[in-house]
């Protein structure tokens, strides 16, 4: 379950009918549900950071699939998720599941070295990395206006990255990592579309993730000091709850209206991260986040008028 962090994604919609101007009660009601589950998902990564330093991140990710398994998936899955596996594309499906469990890994692993405001914003790296990866695997057109914005969301990642510089760590390039394995999880999503229902990938998606992390976790389980068990249960059941937020958001809103909206994620982390932490961006960070914000809107976009 990624994150992992607003990059859930929804099923794909026809543009069929619906115009820019459209403020139908779905429409609102879904940019609502996704404004309101980055401000939840911005307070989840607000908990994880304050317990990062005494629990490990694998751990506090495998209470964040066993949340979402154990509540969400009955609700999303109908029929029961273990009769839903009968999948065409059962390789494909586990990569995906792989990609998302690794980038919300390395996103989580990040807050232990860098503030949350930068880790959030180069997480939304990953549509500059789908737009590379498509245009590999999938043969998709890239436009020079496409080239320019992924060009520019780069450079907005290395400014608050800051590679050779003495503020640089390896905690900087998690993230980064973390985008590249989302935006990989996103273009099976699109390899696969039209074969496989959505409930289907969310199942694998969270199975594998499960499956992955239990894995992990016996090899590095420290028992919780009394005080950091509410923090995890917070933590499974916000995260959970902004999941199906979104979901239902995509069922009730075209994927393109809702996108950018996304981003409100990021004013949600740099004011929490204020609040709680006293971190302030700096310049060069503000800078980097703009580029970065800018460069996947525009993509959103552009993808926006592509029929």
Known sequence: MAKDHAKTTGPTFSLRGWQAGDCSTKNLAGIALVVAASFIFAASDIATKIIISQVPSFEIIWFRYLAYSVIALPLLTRPPALSLLSSRNKPL????????????????TSLKFIPITDATAISFTAPLFVAVLSAVFLAETITPSYVLATICGFAGALLIVKPGSTDFTIGSTLPLFGSLCWAGALVLVRQMSGTEPMRLTVTYTALIGLTSASLIVPFVWI????????????????TTTAHMMTVLAYSYAPAVLLAPFSYTQLIGATCMSYAVFNDI?????VVGILLIAASGLSLALRNRHTP
Request: glycine content about 16%.
């Open 281 to 285: 961006p700096t310049f060069t960070t």
């Open 223 to 238: 028992d919780p000091d009394p005080v950091v068990w509410p923090y995890l249960v917070g933590i499974g059941l916000a």
């Open 93 to 108: 499906q586990i990569l995906r599941g792989l990609g998302a469990f690794g980038s919300g890994a390395f996103f989580v």
